[in-house]
């Protein structure tokens, strides 16, 4: 068995090792709380979404705690993925990169389409949500300020490029091992 490389030595493992562990608790103390049952979550963590929208305004995550109006269902229905997809491979995935295993990349390629896919239709709602100004006050309409527009795309935007990065990476790392495995196959033919 090789020995594991140290992940200092693999900065694109690096950064999807940080990426992975970054985004647990995110996932856990805010994306997923509008899926837990009310009683199951602390006061002090119920208040988070509160902080982020009053700060943000993000169109979706107030959609899916219902705090503003509209069918928010696909975005709720992400949040599932999130949940019982993502967060095992956010876990699995750090993991199996700290052990520099590549049984992880078909996995990983899986992850990064799956999670690119749905950050697409999340960035059109933050692109067509109103920019706020006195005729979207009056009439009650969600809207955002241009720093709140930055502020959003500037989050969301890494959560579609890294995934795709992923993605990409981990289908050429497999593509060596088809590779390798095509011409030891071709040399005991000829054998």
């Known amino acids: 068995?090789?020995?594991?490389?140290?992940?200092?030595?693999?900065?694109?493992?690096?950064?999807?090792?940080?990426?992975f562990l970054i985004h647990i608790p995110a996932t856990l103390l805010l994306d997923c709380q509008v899926l837990y049952p009310a009683w199951i979550v602390p006061s002090s963590i119920k208040a988070l979404p509160s902080i982020y929208l009053d700060f943000s305004s993000d169109p979706l995550v107030a959609g899916a705690f219902g705090h503003v109006s509209g069918d928010f269902t696909w975005f709720k229905l992400f949040l599932y993925l999130e949940a019982f997809f993502q967060l095992p491979v956010f876990v699995l995935g750090a993991f199996k990169l700290?052990?520099?295993?590549?049984?992880i990349y078909p996995l990983l390629v899986i992850y990064g389409a799956s999670t690119a896919t749905t950050v697409v239709p999340c960035l059109a709602v933050l692109l067509s949500t109103p920019?706020?100004?006195?005729?979207?006050?009056?009439a009650g309409i969600h809207s955002v300020t241009s720093f709140q527009r930055i502020l959003l795309l500037s989050s969301y935007i890494?959560?579609?490029?890294?995934?795709?990065?992923?993605t990409v990476d981990m289908a050429f790392r497999l593509s060596k091992f088809v590779?390798?495995?095509?011409?030891?196959?071709a040399k005991k033919k000829k054998t």
């Open 98 to 103: 700290w052990q520099d295993s590549p049984s």
């Open 1 to 19: 068995m090789a020995q594991r490389r140290p992940l200092s030595s693999r900065p694109l493992d690096l950064l999807y090792f940080s990426f």
């Open 158 to 166: 890494p959560f579609l490029l890294v995934p795709l990065l992923i």
């Open 179 to 185: 590779k390798a495995g095509t011409a030891t196959k």
């Open 131 to 138: 920019t706020m100004s006195p005729e979207t006050i009056a």
